[in-house]
């Protein structure tokens, strides 16, 4: 089963208060497995937790509001962590499909930094 793939990472400045979107991509035909989630299927909503290195949840800290689906691109409002500061973190989505089913997609490479 392939990984959720992802480029580059996300860096959050003091003050930042920044919309990034996720695509979820579905696997191209029943027989191939070259997407995220299973063919003929869709994300029909996602749960958003941030945690810090100690596997402690600081979504309030980070994520502005709720995260939206819109045809399978995840969206969300992302700021600079106040009380948690400098450091990497990890966001994790936990997707309903439309088909009932649930997956996890992680994103390991969101930094704070005061550079």
Do not use: C
């Not at 709720?66 to 600079?80: C, F, G, N, R, T």
């Amino acid at each position: 089963m392939p990984s959720f793939k992802t480029n580059g990472q996300i860096n959050l400045q003091p003050n930042d208060n920044l919309g990034y979107s996720f695509k979820i991509t579905s696997a191209s035909s029943d027989s191939l497995n070259d997407g995220f989630i299973p063919y003929g299927t869709g994300v029909s909503s996602v749960v958003v937790v941030v945690y810090d290195k100690d596997e402690t949840d600081v979504t309030s800290d980070f994520v502005v509001g709720s995260p939206s689906v819109v045809e399978d691109i995840i969206s969300m409002q992302l700021k600079y962590p106040s009380t948690n500061g400098v450091g990497r973190y990890k966001i994790t989505m936990i997707l309903t499909l439309d088909s009932g089913d649930t997956k996890e997609a992680d994103f390991d490479r969101l930094y704070a930094s005061n550079k």
